[in-house]
Antibody
């Protein structure tokens, strides 16, 4: 059974750095056909893609947030870590990680999602 | 950056067919994925690669994609289909960034 679980602080202060961890099971981060994305959703708003990483360390970041984001993985721990610097109240959201299958034809839809973790930015 | 446009809301009576559109420049050249999100829950993939269904998703959910519009069609709509629906693509012109539409609230009357 494939699962992903997000973990991290519930509350961060403005200007602080947020570190979120996605722990996966049921598949390996060394699998060439799998990647992991981070997505967030502010309260009452739409989904926003943030970043992804694949087994070959290929990474991509949202253009609007690129300067603040870093994604990395620890294959031995089955973890993908996202850091976001200079947090602001507008970054208050539920943060999800999700698995991305990749076939020969291209990257597919995100087929398994974590339950999400809610982060509030407030002093 | 690539933009996906969805109607904010769609309403349909039970048993009828709901169609949710996703507009984008030449979206027909991209693979479109659709997600269903119910209140307080994580999104669920319901259609991938324009028209394929993950295992466990009812055949009532189908997708199409051509020109500048992709469409998610839900046949014989049930009360349990009431949810937010998002389309999504990977933008190959921008380092394969993910792009979501703004979401459509499906209301079952």
């Amino acid at each position: 059974q494939v699962t992903l679980k997000e973990s991290g602080p519930v509350l961060v202060k403005p200007t602080e750095t947020l570190t979120l961890t996605c722990t996966v099971s049921g598949f390996s981060l060394s699998n060439a056909r799998m990647g992991v994305s981070w997505i967030r959703q502010p309260p009452g708003k739409a989904l926003e893609w943030l970043a992804h990483i694949f087994s070959n360390d290929e990474k991509s970041y949202s253009t609007s947030l690129k300067s603040r984001l870093t994604i990395s993985k620890d294959t031995s721990k089955s973890q993908v870590v996202l850091t976001m610097t200079n947090m602001d109240p507008v970054d208050t959201a539920t943060y999800y990680c999700a698995r991305i299958p990749r076939a020969a034809a291209g990257t597919s839809g995100m087929d398994v999602w974590g339950q999400g973790t809610t982060v509030t930015v407030s002093s | 950056s690539y933009v996906l446009t969805q109607p904010p809301s769609v309403s349909v009576a039970p048993g009828q067919t709901a169609r949710i559109t996703c507009g984008g420049n030449n979206i027909g050249s991209k693979s479109v994925h659709w997600y269903q999100q119910k209140p307080g829950q994580a999104p669920v993939l319901v259609v991938y690669d324009d028209s394929d269904r993950p295992s466990g998703i009812p055949e009532r959910f189908s997708g199409s994609n051509s020109g500048n519009t992709a469409t998610l069609t839900i046949s014989r709509v049930e009360a349990g289909d009431e949810a937010d629906y998002y389309c999504q693509v990977w933008d190959s012109s921008s380092d394969h960034q993910g792009v979501f539409g703004g979401g459509t609230k499906l209301t079952v009357l």
